[in-house]
């Protein structure tokens, strides 16, 4: 086993990603930004925990193009939603018996650091969550075992409490992290301002 977890990394179709920004950037700078926020997750991925230890998780055909010219493998299976992708990736780890651990990055998470990251991946609870700024959302999910097999994946509105409770609910340790860079991402028009001034 590889000490890391699995670092997996969601990307929707780069041409019609952050929709909620169209108020602010075309189509075109829409898809620009994603493929620089995606480029910049992955690499940042595998500064932490190795190339190897990384996956792409997209059916998009230039997000697999960025992902292979880090040398980066991608799991294109294309699943009905981010949760069933997940669902399939998790049991990718379960099957391989090279991770013990599954950590969910998404692209737009433009502050992470190095430093964040390794504090998540350090943290031995079962389930570790970094929820988004306004406390709705799951921006970075570490999952473990005995976790690992049964966990439930629900991303979209009020995730952070969802999975929270799933936690709990079972009696799983969770640990939760309110670290700023990992906590800010670029989800609407105001985060996309705030991010382009700092």
Known sequence: MSGQPLIAVPCKSLAFGKSRLAGL???PER????RGLLANTLRLA?????KNNVRLVSPDAEAKQIAA??????????WPDLNAALSGV???????GAWTELLVLPIDIPLATK??????????????????????????LKIREPSLREFQ???GDHSFKVHGDAAIKN??????????DLSFDIDNPADYVRWEKR
């Open 46 to 50: 595998a500064e932490v925990a190795g």
């Open 90 to 96: 998790r049991q990718h780890v379960l099957t391989s």
């Open 115 to 140: 430093e964040s990251l390794r504090t998540v991946i350090a943290d031995d609870a079962v389930v570790t969550i970094v929820p988004d700024g306004r406390e709705s959302g799951t921006n970075v």
């Open 69 to 78: 010219a880090q040398e980066i493998a991608t799991d294109a299976t294309n």
């Open 153 to 155: 994946f629900a991303y």
């Open 171 to 180: 009696g799983w340790k969770l640990s939760i992290h309110r670290l700023e």
């Open 25 to 27: 950037l075309d189509q």
């Open 31 to 34: 898809e620009s930004l994603c």
